[in-house]
């Protein structure tokens, strides 16, 4: 749940904090309605899980009651959500956050019928997924070109990281210990660092880099200890 937090959370936010300054400690809360409604396609997923897929790696086992309960409270805190953006903001930035939600969550649905069927457009799907499962929270809070702007460094160190990682997983079909997604970190740190170089980015994307070095440095420490403790048992 911590790496959920820091990968998810944290880089975004810290980069909002260059644009929008305390504001940005919005952000995790826009986005927990959302990722709420995400996990729901993630059981749906699991549910019609293709026959490559082994059972092991299904992150829920729940039964139909849960299962329902589990929905409904994310669909309410969904609601909840968009009934206090249309307050404090608008109706109209309600309302693009519940459709961007509503599109996020049928392209996760359309990813999941192309992995049922073991076709390479999963791959497609998932990469836009991890494009822009970052904005809905950001629509709130930005303007449009603004939050584009920001998914790209984002991707860039982490995102596609998340879909070499799944590209190895899917055409190897087994599970790697091999880290993917932190070796495709440091192999396009120098990508982000020559963005801030150019002008085109501020500081945002050296708070991004500072987020997500540490984050790594955090695993490979942890990685190490339980290394250790393995060997010595």
């Known amino acids: 749940m911590v790496g959920?937090?820091?990968?998810?959370?944290?880089?975004?936010?810290?980069?909002?904090?260059?644009f929008i300054g305390w504001y940005a400690c919005l952000y995790p809360l826009l986005q927990i309605p959302f990722l709420g409604?995400?996990?729901?396609?993630?059981?749906i997923n699991?549910?019609?899980v293709s026959a490559d897929e082994r059972p092991e790696r299904r992150r829920y086992h729940l039964t139909?009651?849960?299962?329902?309960?589990?929905?409904?409270?994310r669909v309410m805190l969904l609601i909840a959500a968009c009934m206090i953006i249309a307050i404090v903001f608008s109706g109209n930035i309600a309302l693009c956050y519940l459709l961007s939600v509503c599109l996020l969550l049928l392209l996760l649905l359309i990813h999941t019928w192309f992995g049922t069927v073991r076709s390479p457009v999963r791959f497609v799907t998932f990469?836009?997924?991890?494009?822009?499962?970052?904005?809905?929270?950001?629509?709130?809070?930005?303007p449009f070109d603004l939050a584009?702007?920001?998914?790209?460094?984002?991707f860039t160190v982490y995102g596609a990281g998340r879909v070499c990682s799944y590209l190895y997983v899917k055409l190897a079909k087994q599970e790697t210990a091999f880290p993917v997604s932190r070796v495709w970190f440091f192999a396009t740190a120098p990508v982000a660092v020559g963005l801030y170089g150019s002008k085109v980015y501020g500081a945002e994307i050296l708070a991004l880099l500072l987020v997500l070095l540490l984050y790594y440095a955090v695993s490979m420490l942890r990685g190490g200890v339980e290394t250790r403790k393995g060997d010595s048992g």
């Open 127 to 142: 990469t836009w997924l991890a494009w822009v499962k970052y904005l809905p929270g950001l629509l709130v809070l930005l």
């Open 148 to 154: 584009m702007k920001l998914l790209m460094p984002v």
């Open 64 to 73: 139909r009651e849960r299962l329902l309960w589990f929905s409904a409270i």
């Open 46 to 48: 699991d549910s019609v």
């Open 37 to 43: 409604i995400y996990e729901i396609g993630y059981i």
């Open 4 to 18: 959920f937090v820091w990968l998810e959370m944290l880089p975004m936010t810290a980069m909002l904090a260059f």
